[in-house]
């Protein structure tokens, strides 16, 4: 089977339509047997070593006194761990086949393109006309072709020895839930599954890296701050040169930096979009039942209203704050969405930004190239599905011991 055309656009497309009972049931495999604390959990050591990895990279360029490039680096971390996660190896390193990377990274530029039929159904022509369908089809196939192989390989794998719970991957864990679910009477075809394995490149790939891009930033632009977080970590460490993912609960200013980040830069600017489902009055505003409804998530991060000078990076006012990322406490906060359909991925997410986070400042001191001023460092956001920086993160490491 091949992935549909509309594949791609898997994520808006079910965000829009009415859920049934199929795709609640996808849901549910999600957020009960792939992305459960047990299951993040069991990915401990591949975050771990991923972490120490870039560490050690960045370790070995630190002597040049030469800027590293941090929004590159943060890329390739994330695209590692995801595909260690999900696929059981990496793809898309130097001489690798294919060109893994390049695909994903058309891929997600796919995503947060414009489509005009979306919006005006009787234009759904002009996708032909300016090449987006070409594309689309493109990238389709190759992802397909791609997908294909790495299903055939864990079929393959799963006839030669059993793994461990431990040593499964997402692949291995759709791949036993499919043959379970035959017998519950609930069908996950190959494309089902295909398409589960694209969802999670889409919310665990430039949504994490992009996080880590922009705390980098700030921390770069409020050295005060930087060296308050250090503080807490070296503390936390005792001695330790490494950062491991049971000591981040004791890291409360940690925490709120990574919230203070997600606040000014959600990573998503304009959520998934929703559909009403009943008619509803907001400011004034009349919504009908069945409008498509986009939630603008940087706006609120920076609304007066909400926040005390919503524009400063001043991680200081989540400490002893009962607001979280998960609309809990209100919607204030919602880089993940909110209620029952927000991102399943949130605590994978949360653990990998706050270990690698942790880590950098642990093990490294930092500064902005030289001759650069703080005031001169540019914080342009790029357009997209994602808002990442418009200019790579370029800084200089130091070796703390």
Known sequence: ????????????????????????????????????????????????????????????????????????????????????????????????????????????????????????????????????????????????????????????????????????????????????????????????IKAVILDMFVGGTDTTYTVLEWAMAELLRHPRILKKLQDEVTEVSKGKPDISESDLDKMPYLKAVIKETLRLYSPIPLLAPRESSQDAKIKGFDIPAETMVIVNAWAIGRDRELWDEPEEFRPERFLNSAVDFKGNDGFQLIPFGGGRRSCPGVLFAMTTNELVLANLVHRFDWALPHGTKVEDLDMTECIGLIIHRKVPLLAIPTPRF
């Not at 489509?115 to 190759?142: K, M, Q, Y």
């Open 1 to 192: 089977m091949k992935i549909s055309h509309k594949l791609l656009y898997q994520a808006r497309d079910i965000s829009t339509a009415p859920y049934g009972e199929y795709w609640r049931q996808m849901r549910s495999v999600c957020v009960l047997q792939l992305l459960s604390a047990k299951r993040v959990h069991s990915f401990r050591n591949v975050r771990e070593e991923e972490t120490a990895l870039l560490l050690e990279i960045i370790g070995d360029q630190s002597s040049s006194s030469f800027p590293v490039n941090l929004s590159g680096m943060f890329g390739t971390l994330a695209n590692d761990i995801i595909c260690r996660v999900v696929l059981g190896r990496k793809y898309g390193g130097e001489g690798e086949v294919g060109g893994f990377k390049e695909l994903l990274g058309e891929f997600m530029r796919l995503l947060g393109s414009f489509s005009v039929g979306d919006f005006i159904p009787w234009l759904w022509w002009v996708n032909r006309i300016n090449g987006l369908d070409s594309r689309v089809e493109r990238v389709a196939e190759a992802f397909d072709e791609f997908l294909d192989g790495v299903v055939d390989q864990h079929l393959e794998d799963s006839r030669k020895f059993i793994k461990g719970e431990e040593g499964k991957d997402v692949v291995d864990v759709l791949l036993g839930i499919q043959e379970d679910s035959e017998k519950d009477g609930f069908s996950m075809d190959r494309d089902s």
